[in-house]
């Protein structure tokens, strides 16, 4: 017997359409965390990003303290061997070349461990659940939903979240393959466009609407770096700023 009533099923429609309408790699998971409530109840999200290093390389958070995020990046992800770091992957469960869909009800964890007692119990997290979205073959993204009040997750929850992640996993990976990114990289590593991979890398970040610190992040470069290679680009397109690099880009 389905597990979800007829307008659940509503929900997950409308829910998969108006996160499918974003067509950049970061804002599809941000959007994720959004709009997941009209499905998922939960009282707090967190957003993570992954590069191809496997690195975390930027957050958004909903409802947490920055705090203690970066607690968790200083201290929390490196305890234990690694045990509670997200991004690495052997810590990640796949069912069916699907990424990780999980949940954990920590009040049957709270104070066995260093990161329960000092992490999770003063932030009053009850449970929490999780998906993974990959380009294809690598996980590049992780949202977690937290809940603070006495109910736990449900099954009916959990079972709501995989039917999801079936669905923006595949829409996730597409955007790896189809997006303008792709599009645009292509066409600045042309021969009569002298740009450097990496050049042509962030170009194509930039026209799909990334800040500089945002691509410090994702590619694990120094903000000061990123601005040399954006200062080339202008050079190399004779251009003087970021509006006229956006319209040389768009020409293409």
Known sequence: MDMLSEMQWVRISEFLLAVGRVRVCREFGVEISRRIGQLIPHDQSRVYFINDNGKICDEELFGVKKDWSLAYFNYYSKIDAGRWNISDRSNMKYSGGQAFVGKIDWTKAIGLDEFTKYYVEPQRIRSSMGLGLRDGANLKCVVILDRTS???????????????????????????????????????????????????????????????????????????????????????????????????????
Do not use: C, W
Not at 164 to 176: G, R, T
Not at 198 to 214: H, K, N, Q, V, Y
Not at 215 to 223: A, D, F, G, Q, T
């Open 150 to 252: 006495r109910h736990d997750f449900s099954e009916k929850d959990l079972y709501t979240l995989r039917i999801a992640q079936s669905h923006l996993d595949n829409l996730y990976a597409n955007l790896y393959v189809d997006s303008s990114q792709e599009k645009v990289l292509h066409m600045l590593l042309e021969p009569d466009l002298p740009l450097t991979a990496r050049e042509s890398e962030i170009a194509g970040l930039l026209r799909d609407g990334l800040t500089p610190t945002s691509i410090s992040r994702r590619l694990s470069l120094s903000l000061a770096t990123v601005y040399k290679h954006i200062s080339n680009i202008h050079g190399k397109f004779h251009v003087s700023n970021r509006q006229e690099l956006m319209l040389r880009l768009l020409e293409k």
